[in-house]
């Protein structure tokens, strides 16, 4: 039986075929990943492939699109929701990397290999994706209006910060890993959020400290 055929249990064919892009795409990119390399891995002949998709490139699309969801979502679920912006923006990050956490590789795929797509997936993506970089600018400038961030900070460059270093936790993130989605989380808001906040004063330290 194919690997396809013995899949379908678990998966549709079509999500079969996607699993295993997503596996090829983080592994040896979608320049260097062929429809041939996809149908050997999900164990059907090439042309076959076509039955479920239409292109290599709409199959990346279709990946990048439903697995920037999850993301959007994060700031769905705050809407509305009695938080301080640090409050806020810690939750956001936690939630980043238990998303991260449920498929790395996926991950991987849609904030990296999304640049290969052309027009018109290429729009939809970038809106998609500055939606959720809204998001965060958003949650430090209202930290910067409301006196917990740095007065003087550039909002622009301080998101910048923080989604890259959100972008490339799958590259280092293991689901197998000693610390949970959420410890991590906690411990990457921890040095982010520290860096937006104004700096303590040597004096008012050190009146601290006296007392």
């Not at 980043?96 to 290429?122: C, D, I, M, Q, S």
């Not at 936790?169 to 906690?186: T, Y």
Request: aromatic share 8%; with cysteine.
């Amino acid at each position: 039986m194919s690997k396809l055929g013995s899949t379908v249990k678990d998966a549709t064919p079509r999500e079969a075929i996607n699993n295993a892009a997503i596996r090829l795409f983080g592994a040896e990119g979608y320049n260097g990943t062929t429809m041939r390399d996809i149908a050997q891995e999900v164990g059907i002949l090439p042309g076959s492939l076509y039955a479920h998709i239409d292109s290599k490139e709409n199959l990346l699309a279709e990946i990048v699109q439903i697995g920037i969801e999850p993301y959007l979502q994060i700031f769905r679920s705050l809407e509305g929701v009695a938080l301080s912006p640090s409050e806020k923006l810690r939750a956001a990050i936690v939630a980043h990397v238990k998303v991260v956490a449920g498929n790395p590789e996926r991950t991987f795929v849609v904030f990296h290999e999304w640049r290969f797509l052309k027009e018109p997936y290429r729009t939809k993506v970038v809106k998609m994706r500055r939606r959720y970089g809204d998001g965060f600018t958003q949650i430090v400038a209202d930290g910067v209006a409301c006196g917990e961030f740095c007065s003087n900070l550039v909002v622009r460059v301080s998101v910048f910060g923080i989604l890259g270093a959100l972008n490339w936790i799958p590259e280092w993130f293991s689901p197998e890993g000693p610390s949970s989605a959420d410890a991590i989380g906690n411990q990457l808001a921890d040095a982010l959020i520290g860096g937006l906040r104004e700096p303590r004063s040597r004096s008012r330290t050190s009146a601290a400290t006296r007392a």
